[in-house]
């Protein structure tokens, strides 16, 4: 409507997670939104950056690892969101995620000889309904990279001030319960899975316009 300023959002996606579709999702919790979507990638940020500032900046599984690692830049966008916040993503670390450090690797190694069936097996695995149609576009480097952010990055389990953060209670890939005890302020969602849907709907009771 005129008179209405329109809301900006920007988005860093997850792993293996096609604009294609994510980006329908985005539009039904902000329908009136205007939207900017960057894969995980290692300019992200750079490329949020040229379509900024934002209302709001939110990053999905590793997108919000990408986030968080670049704090500074990520909260002169705009304010931050963080949907299935990942500071540590192996087991081992202790922060919440469930998947073994051999699993990363076992997928990587999946992924060069039978990328599709690899990414079956990981949207199975989280609980995401992505279509094969979809697959096509996730060039191998990129996959083989974000991979690897996941494999070895380990940040301070600390949200910065006035960042916002959800997690769903049923993830496969994250522990809810744990990350809450890191991190207080991440706000679980009852009956969400790692799946965006639930997560972006809680988002946008706080956000909508």
Known sequence: MEGIAVKKFGWVLGWAV??????????????????????????????????????????????????????????????????????????????GGRVARAQVKFLARRLRRDQEGGLEDFYTRAGLDVPSVHMACLLPETLAWGLAQLETTALPPVLPPGWRAWCGADDPLFDAARLRVLVPEITIVPNATHHPAALLRAFAKEAAP
């Open 18 to 95: 096609p604009e294609a579709w994510f980006a329908p999702l985005a539009h039904a919790a902000f329908p009136t939104a205007a939207h900017l979507f960057v894969p995980a990638v290692p300019d992200a940020l750079t490329r949020l950056e040229t379509g900024g500032p934002f209302d709001w900046v939110a990053g999905y599984s590793l997108g919000s690892q990408l986030l968080l690692g670049e704090a500074t830049r990520a909260e002169q966008l705009g304010r931050v969101a963080l949907l299935a916040p990942s500071f540590a993503f192996p087991s081992e670390a202790g922060m």
